[in-house]
């Protein structure tokens, strides 16, 4: 195989595609808020449950003040959870809705120069060496450019097994292990 080689892919994509990347890429935030209440909120319960059986209700019940304090910042900590999915669906729907470069078609050419993105309006040029992070999804491969911006490039857009394997040909040639989530 020459070290020439290079995929083109093309399309546009969807809000399902675009909401995967959102969930995928906040998920750890939504985590982190989860862990955080239950922490926090844990002690505090036990707490307000000690004042409440031991000093007003008089009675020393030390393990259903825990049990009931543990339950209750798990329950928290979901309805977070919960929350957070909320937010990622509704800052998905308005961000697709009002990017219109989100929904264009987009001709991807990945080669050993580096990244090509094609659209109606603009042409942009990664050089490999811009690229942070890739990982593969189920779906997709997330070529991360920055901290908080990525190349979606939805497995279906990739036409046959022999471009997904060029392209990851191109990207270990390139990028270098510590960089790469292969599923």
């Given amino acids: 195989m020459s070290n020439n080689a290079s995929v083109s892919a ?106 090509h993105l094609n659209r109606t309006n603009s042409n942009k040029y990664y050089d490999w060496s811009d690229v942070r992070s890739i990982h593969e999804l189920q779906e997709m491969y997330l070529l991360y450019v920055s901290k908080y911006k990525a190349i979606i490039l939805p497995k279906r857009f990739l036409e046959t097994d022999e471009q997904k394997q060029l392209l990851k040909q191109i990207i270990r040639r390139n990028i270098t292990t510590q960089k790469t989530k292969w599923q």
Avoid: C
């Avoid at 707490?47 to 000093?55: A, E, L, P, Q, Y």
């Avoid at 998905?92 to 050993?112: A, L, M, P």
């Fill in 10 to 115: 093309h399309g546009a994509l969807s809000y399902e595609e675009f909401k995967q990347f959102q969930h995928y890429h906040l998920r750890l935030v939504g985590l982190i808020g989860s862990i955080t209440t239950f922490v926090l909120f844990a002690p505090i319960l036990f707490i307000m449950m000690r004042i409440i059986f031991s000093d007003i209700l008089g009675m020393d019940l030390l393990l259903i003040e825990a049990v009931l304090a543990f339950i209750l910042s798990l329950v928290g900590a979901v309805l977070v959870y919960l929350w957070f999915k909320l937010i990622i669906r509704y800052r998905s729907s308005s961000e697709y809705k009002s990017d219109q470069d989100i929904r264009n078609d987009v001709f991807y050419t990945f080669g050993d120069d580096g990244i």
